[in-house]
T-cell receptor
């Protein structure tokens, strides 16, 4: 599996955009970039995924660089409820999900 | 949407006893389910892949005789922690494979196991 690197932690002011980076320089052609988050003591929650085009849904936007070696998850207007650990994972669609350490995002009032 | 439930949400047991955790896909059928374990302040660690009607596939370092997995139907997988010890205290999470939504993996809410 391709590995990802993410910052250990980030802070974001409430109401501002949270931009979470992820490096995945060894991603292969059939692997997608997936983002999940885990709020304390809950199961992981799917956020968004993409192959090479930028994607947007009701939760977030995903920006993937043209060479696909990195991506950024954007939460447009962070709220306190967005405080969580965010996991960037690269995998083929039907592969099992292997979690790295993720980024602990703290949204500050 | 795809909903996965786990039961119980919390369990406390004495050392040496066995504990069974259920993972159910409520509105879809899942031929494959996955079991994870998470220790405090750590990431989720994949323990095993549970396949309906066949033996589970365990990740390296996970004792198959310690963590018994049964996937007897398309909506239910169970994880039994046998002869539990305090070091087995952890947060256990399952996920189910459903290939008709935006993602293919749907996670349960987790089960907090405390072994005294």
């Amino acid at each position: 599996d391709a590995k990802t690197t993410q910052p250990t932690s980030m802070d974001c002011a409430e109401g501002r955009a949270a931009n979470l980076p992820c490096n995945h320089s060894t991603i292969s052609g059939n692997e997608y970039v997936y983002w999940y988050r885990q709020i304390h003591s809950q199961g992981p929650q799917y956020i968004i995924h993409g192959l090479k085009n930028n994607e947007t849904n009701e939760m977030a936007s995903l920006i993937i660089t043209e060479d696909r070696k990195s991506s950024t998850l954007i939460l447009p207007h962070a709220t306190l409820r967005d405080t969580a650990v965010y996991y960037c994972i690269v995998r083929s669609s039907y592969d099992k999900v292997i979690f790295g350490p993720g980024t602990s995002l703290s949204v500050i009032p | 949407g795809a909903v996965v439930s786990q039961h119980p949400s919390r369990v406390i047991c004495k050392s040496g006893t066995s504990v069974k955790i259920e993972c159910r896909s409520l509105d879809f059928q899942a031929t494959t389910m996955f079991w994870y374990r998470q220790f405090p302040k750590q990431s989720l660690m994949l323990m095993a892949t549970s396949n309906e009607g066949s033996k589970a596939t365990y990740e390296q370092g996970v004792e198959k005789d310690k963590f018994l997995i049964n996937h007897a139907s398309l909506t239910l997988s169970t994880l039994t922690v046998t002869s539990a010890h305090p070091e087995d205290s952890s947060f256990y999470i399952c996920s189910a494979d459903w290939r008709q939504g935006p993602d293919t993996q749907y996670f349960g809410p987790g089960t907090r196991l405390t072994v005294l």
